[in-house]
């Protein structure tokens, strides 16, 4: 979990992959970011839990216990009961995983939500209960939840869910800093005080551009629309564009003393690699990557 150092904290998220061909290549991912010494890896959870201890605890063991890395689990709360978050735990307990981030969820057409926990901060606040020395990761919007009124309510929001328990917070990504810095001001004037990881997504093709447009509601600067507008014909220029913007957001990130980043690595370990050997001495550590 994010300490007070004088360097801020790298680290990666990964989802498990949904056919055993991807199996086999998030594996070869994953042994590929051995050398990058991450503060830890997060394993995505499916929304409405199908297959949840094969696909996201197994993977979460195997980042722990092959790795060797600490590793942080995603957990919905929309479709989870108390007694099954009280039977992972204990699963979790017994990896020696103690890191959790308490996610609502979407609500899934089809799919009808259990009724224990209505938002993450209940299910923060129930694995507090039950295992104290837990680490509790949380979402959270720089530019808005999609579901608040307003910028007011939705740092309301984040300040119950900090005060159930939550240790930490992860944003969901951007591509404008000034609306991170924005928030951090919001936050701390709410006297929100835990650490708050920047979430940062390289854009590294057009298809995955246009689906960050549709589904995501971050705020895209000018200079973001020209990468996308003179490259979209140019699949390889894009890509090292895409990557060269997100270093660029990282350095200005850690020159500004963010307390962390994490990289939403899209399960590809060649762009994590060439993120990290642009940025591993801003991190204190040392790009050991292997091509």
Do not use: W
């Amino acid at each position: 979990m994010t300490e007070t150092k004088n360097f801020p904290t790298l680290s990666f998220e990964v989802f498990p992959p949904n056919s055993e061909v991807g199996v086999g290549k998030l594996t070869d991912t994953l042994d590929q970011l051995k050398g990058l010494n991450p503060s830890f890896i997060s394993v995505t959870a499916s929304n409405h839990k199908l297959n949840y201890e094969k696909t996201t605890i197994d993977l979460a063991k195997y980042v722990n216990d092959t790795l060797d890395c600490p590793t942080m689990v995603h957990m919905p709360a929309a479709y989870v009961t108390k007694a099954e978050v009280s039977s992972i735990l204990d699963q979790l307990e017994a990896m020696h995983i103690n890191q959790i981030l308490a996610l609502r969820g979407d609500i899934v057409d089809g799919y009808t939500p259990e009724t224990d926990f209505t938002y993450a901060s209940d299910l923060t606040k129930f694995i507090k209960q039950q295992k104290p020395y837990f680490e509790v990761s949380g979402a959270c919007y720089p530019e808005v939840h999609p579901d608040s009124k307003n910028r007011i309510d939705d740092v309301k929001h984040l300040k119950e869910k900090v005060d159930s328990g939550c240790d930490q917070l992860i944003t969901q990504l951007f591509y404008d800093n000034e609306q991170f810095y924005r928030f951090q001001e919001e936050c701390a004037i709410a006297d929100i005080n835990v650490p708050i990881l920047a979430g940062i997504m390289p854009i590294v093709n057009r298809k995955q551009a246009l689906h960050v447009i549709e589904n995501c509601a971050a705020h895209l600067p000018k200079k973001f629309i020209n990468i996308l507008d003179k490259y979209k014909d140019n699949p390889v220029s894009l890509k090292e564009a895409g990557i060269a913007y997100a270093v660029d957001q990282i350095v200005d990130l850690v020159t500004n003393d963010v307390n962390g980043v994490h990289l939403y690595t899209m399960n590809k370990s060649d762009t994590a690699k060439h993120i990290f050997s642009n940025t591993a001495s801003l991190f204190n550590l040392e790009a050991q990557v292997e091509e």
